[in-house]
């Protein structure tokens, strides 16, 4: 037996039959994408492979059908059957398990799962913000909980939900509170589009020097924000990247200028921080 | 030009014949070299790194400060950037001006805010193998004194 840490795949649960949304969750659309692709897209900026998680009865539905998937092959309903059918398929390896219905999940939330993975137990998971229960579908599954899973399920559980707090599975405190809200209503529907809409992300460019090249591990990248400032963008990045140094140190620049951090950032600009400077 | 950067090693037999006027009685420059030593570490070679559009329009300026604030007639500087060794010379600075007074004190007034305003960077590589980003790693805080304590001197002259 080897004891490397698992690699970690992706695996979108889009399997509910969305009785409250009276329609396919996976295809309501944001910004003009629908669910499933944006889930899809997430989490192929995170991990090397990503499946969709379908029932048997949902393998020739055109939109699912065209991507990887992992059919049930246990018996049972509800999203523990496709977490466990994931582990069962490839059981070496870890499974970042994202619900599709999560509109302002972001990059930044994956990326702190992933940073902060326990892979010696059984699940990484955030607390939700609103009844601070943990979240089980936007989570990363190890191998070690297949048995238990099982063993749970056998002995009449079903709510992965609850598997966790038997499991007493440490939790992340979500960076930002609605980055878990999921949209069960056409109400929900409505209000998760308008605030998407309005806090449109935009392309920034961003280049790094010195010690923040190093830590960044790249010297530029492109990258998709709604950061308004570059001070919410530093926000953004020092997490992202786990750079040492705290805004207070640095000065920003904007399209090759010095600027103010709060300066409102636009589509297209080129942003350099500025760690302490030692010419000379 | 007033600021620039090169990758080669600095010129400056070139670079003062770009001050010389026959109305200038004197030149004044200033070089900075690599030294083997810093904050009690021995030093084996330096790396300079430069945001280097931002480098030179901010340079340009403080030469044209420089040339406003002292009446003196020309005024260049070049920075280098890439790996340099023990005893290389890392910047450079050119004044030419028609008294002394004034070419030391605009050679002085460039030097000091070259340092502590362009974004320029240099690793020290250290003779026990080690390296690090000055002021942005164990040095931070002290190098904040450093930069108070400069202005306050540059203020000082400048009156």
Known sequence: ?280 | MRFRFTEAAIDTQAARQELQSLAAGGYVSFEGWVRNHNEGQEVTRLEYEAFQELAVKEGDRIVAEALRRFPVAHALCIHRVGSLALGDMAVWVGVSSEHRGEAFDACRYIIDEVKHRLPIWKKEHYRNGDSGWVNCERCAAPAQHTHAAQHHDLAATAK
């Not at chain 1, 070690?144 to 749970?152: D, I, K, P, Q, V």
């Not at chain 1, 809409?197 to 190093?214: D, F, G, K, T, W």
């Not at chain 1, 399209?255 to 300066?263: G, L, Y």
């Open chain 1, 1 to 280: 037996m080897s004891s490397q840490v698992a690699p970690v795949y992706g695996l979108i649960l889009a399997g509910g039959s969305s009785t409250r949304m009276h329609r396919d969750k996976a295809a309501l659309k944001y910004r003009g994408s629908s669910q499933l692709d944006r889930a899809f897209e997430l989490a192929g900026r995170h991990v090397p492979e990503v499946f969709l998680s379908v029932r048997a009865d949902q393998t020739l539905d055109p939109m699912r059908a065209q991507r990887r998937m992992i059919v049930d092959a246990i018996a049972g309903e509800g999203p523990i059957i496709g977490i466990r059918s994931a582990l069962a398929a490839h059981p070496r390896v870890a499974w970042l398990v994202l619900a599709c219905d999560l509109p302002f999940l972001s990059d930044e939330a994956v990326d702190y799962l992933l940073r902060k993975r326990d892979s010696a137990g059984f699940a990484t998971a955030y607390r939700s913000a609103h009844d601070d229960l943990p979240e089980p579908l936007c989570a990363i599954w190890e191998p070690a909980a297949a048995a238990a899973l099982a063993e749970y399920q056998a002995g009449g559980g079903h709510c992965p939900r609850k598997f966790l707090i038997r499991h007493a599975v440490p939790l992340l405190e979500p960076l930002d509170r609605r980055a878990l809200d999921n949209v069960n209503t056409p109400e929900e529907y409505a209000q998760a589009t308008a605030a998407l809409e309005s806090a449109a992300p935009m392309q920034l460019h961003v280049r790094y020097y010195a010690l923040m090249r190093e830590q960044a591990g790249r010297s530029e990248e492109s990258i998709e924000t709604s950061a308004a400032t570059p001070a919410d963008l530093y926000a953004e990045l020092k997490s992202r990247h786990a750079f040492s140094l705290p805004r207070e140190q640095l000065k920003v620049a904007v399209n090759s200028e010095f600027s103010d951090w709060s300066r409102i950032l636009r589509q297209g600009d080129a942003v350099v921080f500025i760690p302490p400077v030692a010419g000379g």
